[in-house]
């Protein structure tokens, strides 16, 4: 739309197309908000648009990645456990023709920039194709995995074959069949990716850095029988997942702690929760096992046991699964693997530590490492995001004092509950950075996060405000507990990207609240005393 028109304007404009963006539009529209959401990919479902490499998917397990609206599940099936990205995309599609959703969504747009117009109280929302928009609220659902993290590492423009991170990844494909692969990074990405290369490069090198605690993902093919019969179920397994303490329902809160129970004792439940796959090893077993260091010891030494038997050189067993915990563990993602630590016994697999051995750079034909050169067809960047800020602070927004929002966050993130920022009203986050984000399951934090936003609209609305900004004053304080929580945990003594660690320069922080639980008690409290810490006019 030319500038000189009046552009649409809308009670709430949303970025983003994955659960919380969809939820948000499905629940504001049924409270009568008018509502358009903006999304860069060329379909709904976030993430899954853009990591669509080979053997990109969930690491949640069925039926918790899904909404617990029943229109929704009650004719869904999913072929597997752990679903792979094409099914979530269909899922997606499922999702938008029970609710309806596509007709107030506009896609292929990327939102550039947005200012409020604060004698109107309205946002001004610019797009990449010069189009404004309105609204009086302007709701980020970015995610935390929005912003691909390319690596600072000389020459990499200069790689003569395909190279591409894996969440943008060619949405045709992209072929290993007889190819030279080489991964950067083991993360999720890398671990999902190599599984796959290995099947058919004709040599594929891993480059490790930070050895990845995976878990086995215990994947199987559901039965379209047995799983119509489990969901009969289903309202009580939604309800225990979006209760307290919520985010898994069938993976029940451990309350023994690791020491306080016999070696035996603790070997069976490690041993069950392994089975059992996914991240019932992570989050099932004893409730210490990320507060308490020799609790968390016991974890790894498992983990650490049940991997190197499988891999069949000493040396590179040693590599993957260090005698010493590199991190206490789970204070990294752990990712699920099904077949990971077996590729690195077959002959087209080799993999290079990173820690003794370090890139100096990229050529034309492939990777240079401190002691070798690595010829390549295909280079693969499985490294990563600017998680949990890279999604907000890629719109250019400013504050009431005309301070952008990525110039705010340079010395630190203050938000309140992570859904607000003091100095830009009527702008809201959902899955934000302080909020529990990626320590909460996507769908469980979209629909009880969701809620609250929309009962704090329509709370607005019945009370003809139409500005609402949190002090300074809360979002210190939010940050000061969230820091004081995190440091009672293990989670700082790692390098992640949690701790926004993973991206050089950015100041360490812990960016998630470890404890959807506790999280949930935090704006149930802030809602009851009347939406503390906000200022409503
Ligand atoms: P992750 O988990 O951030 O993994 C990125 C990987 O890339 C990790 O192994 C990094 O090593 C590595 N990395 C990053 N930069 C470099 C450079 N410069 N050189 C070498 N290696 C590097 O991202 P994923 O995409 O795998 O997963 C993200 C999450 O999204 C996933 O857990 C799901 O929850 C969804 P490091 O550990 O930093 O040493």
Redo the contacts with the bound molecule.
Sequence with gaps: MPQDQTPETFDAVIVGAGFNGLYQLYRLRQEGFSVRLVDAAARLGGVWHWNCYPGARV?SHVPNYEFSIEAVWRDWLWTERFPGYEELRAYFEHVDDVLDLSRDIQLNTRVSAARFDEQERQWQISTTDHETLQARYFILATGF?SKA?I?D?EGLDQFEGPCHH??RWPQDGLSFEGKRVGV???????VQIVQEAAKDAAHLTV?Q??P?TALAMQQRKLDPAELTAAKANYPEVFRQRNEPPGSFGDIPRPTDRALSVSAAERQSVYEAAWERGGFHFWNGTFADITLDEDANRTSYDFWRDKVRERIADPVTAEILAPTEPPYPFGT??P?LEQNYYDVFNQDNVSIVD?LNDP?VRVGPNGVETATSQHDLDILVL????DANTGGPTQIDMLDTDGISLKERWKSGVDTHLGISVAGFPNLLMLYGPQSPA?FCNGPTCAELQGEWLVNLLVHLRSNDFSRIESSVEAGEEWTQHLNRYGAATLFPKA?S?YMSA?VPGKPRQLLNYPGSDRYLQKIAECEEEGYSGFIMS
């Design positions: 690491d995995a993290l690596p590492i894996t969440a950067i990074g083991t993360g999720a990405s890398g480059f850095r930070t990845v990294k993602r990712s990173l890139i499985a490294t990563g995001f990626a390098d990207w993973n």
